[in-house]
């Protein structure tokens, strides 16, 4: 798919399905509760404008970027699930609750780790 807006939407959707299988993983181990389910269909307007957002991004930065297909989307993927470790811990910080870091961790990492290799398999750059 030579679009990164299509692929970035179509890892976005995919990313947001994953947290269903992730999330009740992170409730069972006691990581965090169960967030409220009236903000799903906020979540998945969330998912796919970030999913295009990052998809511009990484077509952008597509030859900075280490490996080739999946790996390369997985990269890019780990970079911005870093900076959400960051974003985590400041929130920690200012609101005193470990859950909501616990849960952008956790959830965070096997969303954007799908997310990553969905975009890298789907994104060809144009020649």
């Known amino acids: 798919m030579r679009s990164s807006i299509g692929a970035g939407l179509i890892a976005g959707v995919i990313a947001f399905a994953m947290q269903f299988i992730v999330g009740p993983i992170g409730i069972a181990l006691g990581l965090f509760t169960m967030p409220p389910i009236s903000g799903l269909a ?9 999913g295009i957002v990052f998809g ?11 490996g080739k297909g999946p790996m ?3 990269y890019f993927a ?7 470790i960051f974003e985590g811990a400041f ?3 200012l609101t005193k609750t ?5 849960m952008m961790v956790f ?8 997310y990553g290799l969905v975009l890298g398999y789907l994104y060809k750059p144009p020649k």
């Not at 906020?42 to 970030?50: A, D, E, G, K, N």
């Open 72 to 74: 390369k989307g997985l």
């Open 78 to 84: 780990m970079i911005i699930w870093l900076v959400e």
């Open 98 to 102: 470990i859950s909501i870091t616990s």
């Open 42 to 50: 906020i979540t998945l307007v969330i998912f796919i404008i970030f």
């Open 56 to 66: 511009m991004i990484f077509s952008k930065l597509y030859n900075c970027i280490p």
């Open 107 to 114: 959830v965070g990492f096997f969303t954007l780790a799908t």
């Open 91 to 93: 929130i920690a910080v």
